[in-house]
T-cell receptor
Framework: EAQVTQNPRYLITVTGKKLTVTCSQN?????MSWYRQDPGLGLRQIYY???????DKGDVPEGYKVSRKEKRNFPLILESPSPNQTSLYFC???????????FGPGTRLTVT | GQSLEQPSEVTAVEGAIVQINCTYQ??????LSWYQQHDGGAPTFLSY????GLEETGRFSSFLSRSDSYGYLLLQELQMKDSASYFC????????????FGQGTTLQVKP
């Protein structure tokens, strides 16, 4: 089944404790992206990757890191999480058209 | 800055037609897309407009007017399951992977 998977789905952590949210797609998509969703703010792009080893900042990259060492995986790293990073995070991928993106199920992160 | 404007809420009755508008102010324009998101779920792709005009996919249609920086999503024969949030998204640059989303419109379908 074609899908984007994210892990963990739920995470409660404390300020400053490094964490990684994994994202994997099995559709051989070149493009991958991370978004955060907060009430009233819609989806805001954190980072994206046009292909392996090619990553770039979205609109809200501060406090986040990403890497794209293989085509299928695009992990999101929070080196020192803070409470303002409490949010719902989505990973997405697409083949050619940036517009037809497939989203993962989301990761709900709480930083206390 | 770059922004997309959508109504925050729309209410309609089952079987009716509803239109959700999206007005954009961006530095460039390379296509408008629409996504649906049910409560607690992941966004799913609905439709894409790269050129002016109407695109139809079953009960859903999407329209674009680049001269007016405006598009809309039209939902016909509304069903209860159409109750969800709807987001428009614009690609504002040609050679990057940046995508800008609107804040979303919550559609409530009533019996």
């Amino acid at each position: 089944e074609a899908q984007v998977t994210q892990n963990p789905r739920y995470l409660i952590t404390v300020t400053g404790k490094k964490l990684t949210v994994t994202c994997s797609q099995n559709m051989n998509h070149e493009y991958m992206s991370w978004y955060r969703q907060d009430p009233g703010l819609g989806l805001r792009q954190i980072y994206y990757s046009m292909n392996v080893e090619v990553t770039d900042k979205g609109d809200v990259p501060e406090g986040y890191k990403v890497s794209r060492k293989e085509k299928r995986n695009f992990p999101l790293i929070l080196e020192s999480p803070s409470p303002n990073q409490t949010s719902l995070y989505f990973c997405a991928s697409s083949l050619r058209s940036l517009h037809e993106q497939y989203f993962g199920p989301g990761t709900r992160l709480t930083v206390t | 800055g770059q922004s997309l404007e959508q109504p925050s809420e729309v209410t309609a009755v089952e079987g009716a037609i509803v239109q959700i508008n999206c007005t954009y102010q961006t530095s460039g324009f390379y296509g408008l897309s629409w996504y649906q998101q049910h409560d607690g779920g992941a966004p799913t792709f609905l439709s894409y407009n790269g050129l002016d005009g109407l695109e139809e996919t079953g009960r859903f249609s999407s329209f674009l007017s680049r001269s007016d920086s405006y598009g809309y999503l039209l939902l016909q024969e509304l069903q209860m399951k159409d109750s969800a949030s709807y987001f428009c998204a614009v690609k504002a640059t040609s050679n990057t992977g940046k995508l800008i989303f609107g804040q979303g419109t919550t559609l409530q379908v009533k019996p």
